[in-house]
């Protein structure tokens, strides 16, 4: 069975790429262990918003028909067997629902279970934003010590020789500010796209509370109006 060869091209691309970090000395080692991190919680929380979007709306196409239904009983011995987030909210609306006289005491219910689901959402997502800040900064601070060590070993070098030392010095202390802004930029777009991804998941939760409150009023109007047409009998 033939085997597949990597191309030249891909195998200068790596050695020109182990070189680049060679050359910048031990901050690119740290930025590199920095960015590996960052796309490790990104990977996770991308993974887990995903799940959690995929649950939400799994539980709500089975819970709405039955909320539109009047079958709030049903509704909420469903939404007990689920883990998704939106059948937690669900739950507090519901539950309060059973005693409760006032809509505005089911809305704050159900924002409490809101607060409660809120920051399994946003966890480890901000240390994104400073992982990005992090490799940025380390890139600044390698190319500082890069440049210190390089205008240390030029002033007792050769006079001829000292403008292309000095020249090729630089280009490799500037190899770490680039490397960390390599790092930095997806981990910044990487972040932003999550922040966007959790305000989408919060905004359908918050949906699905404003339908099961305009449901539960509408059922509780009938309710009344009916109450009110058998006293009238």
Known sequence: MP????????????????????NGGEFMYIILVVFAFGLAIA????IYLTAIRSKNKKIWDELFPMLSQGKFKQAMEVAKTSDAAIARILMYGLSRS?????????ELAMEEGLMEV??????????????????TLLGLLGTIFGLISAFTAVASADPAQKA????ASISVAMNTTAFGLIA?????????????????????????????????RQAQ????????QNAKV
């Open 3 to 22: 085997t597949s060869t990597p191309s030249p091209e891909n195998i200068d691309f790596i050695t020109q790429a182990v070189g680049f970090i060679q």
């Open 98 to 106: 059973t005693y409760a006289r006032r809509h505005d005491e089911i």
């Open 184 to 216: 930095a930029i997806p981990l910044l777009l990487i972040f932003t796209y999550l922040q966007s991804k959790t305000s989408q998941l919060v905004d359908s939760m918050e949906m699905a509370s404003v339908k099961f409150i305009n449901i539960f």
């Open 43 to 46: 990977a996770e929380r991308t």
């Open 118 to 135: 809120l920051p399994s959402l946003e966890k480890r997502t901000p240390y994104l934003a400073t992982l990005a800040n992090i490799a």
């Open 164 to 167: 292309d030392l000095l020249s």
């Open 221 to 228: 109007n009938k309710a009344e109006a009916k109450r009110d």
